[in-house]
């Protein structure tokens, strides 16, 4: 079963900075939005970010002006570009298409865990 891989996670301090990638499909992005989502310990996952196919791009209140979302559909990837990271940011980043949750639990990766520590 085919399931999206994220990458880039990693250790920062607070006012860091990372990119993160998502392995996907071409097919995927021509049919679907796509989205990143988080999740810590305790907690359901919430979205972050997310892109519909034709580029227009969403955010979540807390990451407006600090993060990006962006693919590049050549290379059939996902990324969420995260600046002025926040301890608050702490997480397992995932990235899913935007569609119904029935349709998404078949896809869910590993995630990428994202730690912001001084």
């Known amino acids: 079963q085919v399931k999206f891989v994220e990458s880039g996670g990693g250790l920062v301090q607070p006012g860091g900075s990372l990119r993160l990638s998502c392995a996907a499909s071409?097919?995927?992005?021509?049919?679907?939005?796509m989205a990143w989502y988080r999740q810590t310990s305790g907690k359901q996952r919430e979205l972050v970010a997310s892109?519909?196919?034709?580029?227009?791009?969403n955010y979540s209140d807390s990451m407006k002006g600090r993060f990006t979302i962006s693919k590049d559909n050549a290379k059939n990837t996902l990324y969420l570009q995260m600046n002025s990271l926040k301890p608050d940011d702490t997480a397992v980043y995932y990235c899913n298409v935007v569609a119904p949750s029935f349709l998404r639990a078949n896809y869910w990766g590993q995630g990428t865990q994202v730690t912001v520590s001084s």
């Open positions: 071409g097919s995927i992005f021509r049919a679907y939005s």
């Open positions: 892109i519909t196919s034709g580029g227009i791009t």
